[in-house]
């Protein structure tokens, strides 16, 4: 390391901000800067739009919204006193939107970056809002310098990033918000050490962290230096204040040009050094956050993500109790675990709700399920309630009772007695369908697709199953009834019926849904790849047929690559 | 008009493509080039992404999808012999996908265009999809230049169209998916007469008609002279083919430029010249189409738009039947006659469900509504099905018969058997609720608020009783029962219940909405127009709380300028 180089003691602040509340959110930023302040740090940097939670969508469009962000975003720069504060906002003018930064110091606003690279696929629709900006900040510390970007401007390179290293930049700070998928952490290890090594600079990533709606903001922001060596780490799920001492390489003191290229811009973007004062820390702290780099096993990793997103989801909106639909199977037996991890035993109502089909098993397992977590389960029996549509119904509909119209009956039999208990407890209703079911539709709409919100929506069935084990075998204990997870899957809405029945094996079914949803691999390929033709065909046949359904499904925690929702938007009427 | 003009029979095939279906598209396509070649035209001009529908939405991420756009636009190539086609596409190269239109002319391709200006507002994603094309088209026929372009990009001004003018076009021809809302024509008429005027030339627009899931393209194709008089138009909301005889002044025989500037882009634009050969006809037709401007009563223009809308759904989707809950209020009654005007009365089913609160004015005037419109009703009561709920809830929760939780109750055991109907018959359940009721929740989720398609969605109260009055006044017969356009307002789940129990008078709701959702009025601001401001934040509150209710609801008919839906995207979770 550079023997002149600059010390700089750094905090990344991974909060959790909640969408529109700003009140809130300052306060969280607010006492956050105490905290890196108090602890001797330079720079405190929190994630983008952390002042107004991400992603605030057409909020946007809200004239009301702009101007709660430039009010509440001058206390931020207020309270920068003997420190300098980096805080994502939305900056507006007249007639444009930005996705920004505040550089602030000793109380005042010294300079706002907007955000050049804007997203606008997958779950994204950046272009939508905001203005793209046209500058390149620099942020001077004694003689280092460092670049700030925000979020997609380091995954974009060559990029703004390439340009402020270009220009002397021996640190990159990037403050983002980059939504959960499976093994994301790793994908943006990768990138980083990219970015760090191509550069030859540290980069200091802080991400946001928390649930909003479908979307799993993780944290687990970092610190990686030149080498491509992770060197610090934030917790993941997670709030967590990352303190870390920096030594920057000072610049030679060249000029620095009042324009500058970034690749793929034809005009040159204006230069904009920002002078900070509180440069240096007198000794070295201890670093906070762990080291290097932590994999969680996969399971662990979805399963904390779906806690939060739960409880986010839940406390958010203001409630606190949930109520479950227990059946004896594994999905809502995995459901409730993620609800009790997520708001406790004495938040969470279980209604086992048997018909004819029910079998014995299925009650000894949903009620030993409930025990295992410590929640309360109550029975309410549908065959009276079914008895009486039937009898009402047949003078009209003579076959009323056979087929897909009994066991839809059923199923919306329990959907209206678990509304009814939501009505009156005021419990949200959690939904358990898990993604094979939802892809192929091989649910009831408005019966067990009822709830205010579905914990498992993106979880493929097989996953279910592991996630279920794994917990059983992590916590040394039984957290899923044994009995649950060794029974084959059943919807038991007719006699000794077996999803196997209807659907190809779980394991089969979603390999396909895997290659064909979140790949959007062609039938052909996919046959080509070892899986029978008729199967494939089917497969996706039933994918297009259920789309109407899930137009109408509960939101629900996006956990892979490319989930149901606003991450894929099929047509519903669609001859192709 | 120049003297030395160069003769063109135009043809504006307004066709209704199915998303998707390029087989059917193309037939569609086929014929019509045959049409236009016997009516010696010289040039067909299709609407926007006319092969494939619009829009084709993450259709347009499927590899399959792409190759397909790709050999059937080779087929439309392939049938113009004699005659001048232009037809939009999809285009695309190794990595990027272009919204194309096609000129092809004596059975060869001879030129693909791509929209520069792509549309990312609104229920628009196109940057999505999309990579703006960066050339400038001239269609020369004989010494006459006309200039090509697609949908936004004669939005944007100045602009592409403005380009292609100063190069020397006398004509634009502009291809577009132009989605409707009320009093659209009006905007594209203002629009277009800017821009024939603007530009001293004539301006030919064609668009597409249909319904596809929540949006409709109505048509109404038109060209407009540099005078900016509408001189001829296609039918709203139906399939048309305007012939129109153009003479097109000629352009002074100067060199046209390698490349030419369009407003905004840095870069300048390579301008292509296409020579069609093609370019006269021996004698005037009479044009086909009315001629001028031509405003239908709004409550007219809703009605076409919402029939257009249902039969598109209903058909596009497969399905020939639905069924439709009639309470005897008026939101049933004009669904009713939306369904019976698109479909045909025997292809409509009612079921009349009354419980103890409902009236026998509602009977009665159920069951001549029915009759009116020459559909069946069958009566199915749901109060012993409720008995028995009420029977077997009780023990748990003793004041399950009381408050919302009975009202809810009674209403999902009406959306099951609409359901339990639609399961055994293959009918489609039309869903009955208008704007207003969505906007603040006044609705049951999985009571009132099932269905395959929401024909009401987005119409507010007062416009479904305009459309009813209307109706009734312009048909000359009750379409419309008498006694259901004068009765209150009321959902009969509790005794002697009025909507206006709960909510502000319709008059005022359906403003403060209009003000709020529509044009995004800041609340002090809708106070300051002379609206109570308990009434506001009341309104205001219970539409922000009611967002979780609207992502579960079917989808419906976009008839106002912000509809619910991917019009409006507002997060779930917000406590701005």
Known sequence: MDKSGQQLRLCLAQINST?????????????AIDTARTSGC??????????????????????????????YIKKVAAHSQGIAVICGFVGSSADRVFNSALVAEDGKAL????????????????KRYFTPGSEIPLLKFGEALAGLNICEDIWICPGITESQASLGARLILNTSASPYHMRRVEERIDLLRDRAQRNNCHVAYVNLVGGQDELIFDGASMVVNPAGKVIAGAEAFAEDMLVIDLEIPTTAAEEIPATASVADHEEPFRVKVVNLNSSGVAEKASKAGHSG????????????????????????????????????????????????????????????????????LSFTAAERQARLLGCRMETIPIDEIYNVYVRELKPHYPRIAT??????????????????????????????????????????LYGDMVGGFAVLKDIPKTLVFEISRYLNKSRSR????????????????????????????YEVLDEILRLYVELDTEEAEIVRLGFERKTVKRVIAMVRAAEYKRRQSPPGIKVTPRAFGRDRRWPITNRF
Chains 1, 2 share one sequence.
């Open 111 to 126: 300079y706002t970056y907007s955000k050049v690279a804007l997203p606008n696929y997958g779950v994204f629709d950046e």
């Open 478 to 505: 039984e957290v899923i009834a044994e009995e649950i997870i060794a029974r084959p899957p059943t919807a038991e809405l007719k006699a000794d019926q077996a999803d196997s029945d209807s659907l190809p094996p």
């Open 42 to 71: 330079s720079l405190v940097a929190f994630p983008e739009l952390a002042l107004c939670g991400y992603p605030p969508e057409d909020l946007l469009l809200n004239k009301s919204f702009l101007k709660a962000n430039a009010k």
């Open 403 to 444: 087929g897909l119209t009994s066991e839809n009956l059923q199923a919306r039999i329990r959907g209206n007695i678990l509304m009814a208990y939501s009505n009156r407890s005021g419990a949200i209703v959690l939904n358990t369908s898990n993604k094979s079911e939802a892809a192929v539709g091989y649910t009831t």
């Open 293 to 360: 780099e932590r994999q969680l096993p996969l399971a662990e990793e979805v399963f904390r993500a779906l806690v939060l997103g739960t409880r986010d989801y839940i406390q958010k909106n203001g409630f606190s109790n949930v109520v479950i639909g227990l059946s004896g199977g594994i999905d809502s037996a995995l459901t409730l675990a993620v609800a009790v991890e997520a708001l406790g035993a004495d938040s969470v109502h279980c209604i086992f709700m048997p018909s004819q089909f029910t079998s014995e």
């Open 19 to 31: 969408v529109g509340d700003l009140e809130g959110n300052l306060a969280k930023i607010l006492a």
